[in-house]
């Protein structure tokens, strides 16, 4: 049976409308700069399938994965957009040290956010100004690689990401000129593009002061017959401290733990509460449900960028103990990179923005 007759019988009005909406904000919110032929997914219900389908997708196109990962110089199609209090907007910013130097503030601490495969720099841009109203002393920038997000799963993984995170590491290396070593320097990616941040990490040589990790990719990283090497996986060495944070374990998120400290979201379990429309209409193992679970973890630490909300969470040794009440709830820092709230973390979220609990109510 098809996605749309199981939609014709399942589903009423507020569920199919539900369910647009969810689909609108996942998938078809970032044009793209090609004009690539329409991808069917109503047969999709595994990232192998994803894979395939983009596979054939780009050759129906015909367009070669080898002038772009080649031929075409990368700072073509990776930009890098800065913000500070000063600057008011997002500004283009060259990776020279007389451009650069100009737009962003010195001996600053710095975060460099990575948008995911498929999507585009939009996925951070607002959230971003408005953290920087609240933290007026730091530099953001954004990781745009829009024209090569339409590139196939593997070959990006294979050929594509390497390329873009040796020119972050050049960008990052050539911010200690004006007095931002990489130790002053976050990292912030998701799925694949979390894997991305742990490859500029080991290019550094693990001196990068912060990676966030929001539920890295598990298939082809860390299982599967096709796992990637230990220097193109996120891990506790590429960083000073790395951050991970879980929504789809053992689904398209990983299910190893990769950081020092580990934050699980509704016990980093699949189907997220928030992705309700879709496991109802759907199923539980449906592409678009695991999507949407995936990218629940970008949603949560987005919210944490209001200033008034608290990141509570509980250190557990597991989720069954976390669910018996045997934890104690503990502030848990986005950042602390000393140690002291390295292990596992529990967070239960509401179905609605902005997702995170009333610490009063806890």
């Not at 998938?27 to 991808?39: C, G, T």
Request: charged share 15%; proline share 5%.
């Amino acid at each position: 049976m098809t996605i749309d007759r199981i939609v014709y019988f399942s589903t009423s009005r507020v569920e199919i409308l539900c369910i647009a909406l969810l689909v609108f904000q996942i998938l078809l919110s970032n044009v793209k700069s090609f004009d690539l032929p329409s991808l069917d997914q109503r047969e999709i219900y595994s990232v192998e399938q994803l894979s395939n389908a983009w596979r054939h997708n780009i050759g129906a196109y015909n367009c070669s994965l080898q002038p772009l990962s080649e031929w075409r110089p990368i700072g073509e199609d990776v930009t890098i957009w800065c913000f500070n209090r000063k600057s008011e907007k997002f500004r283009y910013t060259l990776n020279d040290l007389g451009h650069f130097g100009e737009i962003l503030e010195h001996n600053r601490s710095t975060v460099l956010f990575i948008h995911g495969w498929l999507q585009d720099r939009s996925q951070f841009a607002k959230e971003v100004a408005q953290l920087s109203l609240a933290m007026t002393n730091n530099n953001y920038c954004l990781i745009d690689f829009e024209p090569l997000t339409n590139i196939e799963l593997e070959p990006f993984m294979e050929e594509v990401s390497p390329r873009i995170a040796t020119y972050v590491a050049g960008f990052v290396q050539s911010l200690s000129a004006i007095g931002i070593p990489p130790r002053m320097v976050s990292l912030v990616g998701e799925g694949v593009t979390a894997h991305l941040a742990g490859h500029v990490g080991a290019i550094l040589e693990g001196h990068l002061g912060t990676i966030i990790g929001l539920d890295p990719m598990g298939p082809f990283f860390t299982t599967g017959p096709k796992q990637q090497t230990k220097r193109c996986t996120l891990d506790r060495s590429d960083a000073r401290w790395v951050q991970v944070w879980y929504t789809s374990l053992g689904q398209l998120g990983s299910s190893t733990p990769l950081g020092h400290q580990n934050i699980y979201i509704n016990g980093g379990l699949h189907p997220q509460p928030y992705c309700a429309c879709f496991t109802r209409t759907f199923g539980v193992n449906n592409l678009l449900t695991e999507l949407c679970s995936h990218y629940f973890a970008v949603k949560v630490f987005k919210a944490t960028f209001d200033p008034s909300t608290a990141l509570m969470a509980t250190r557990c040794r597991n989720y069954k103990e976390f669910l018996a009440g045997l934890c104690d709830i503990r502030k848990a820092p986005r950042v602390t990179g000393d140690g002291t709230d390295a292990g596992n973390f529990y967070i239960e979220t509401s179905c609605q923005t902005p997702f995170l609990l009333n610490p009063s109510a806890m």
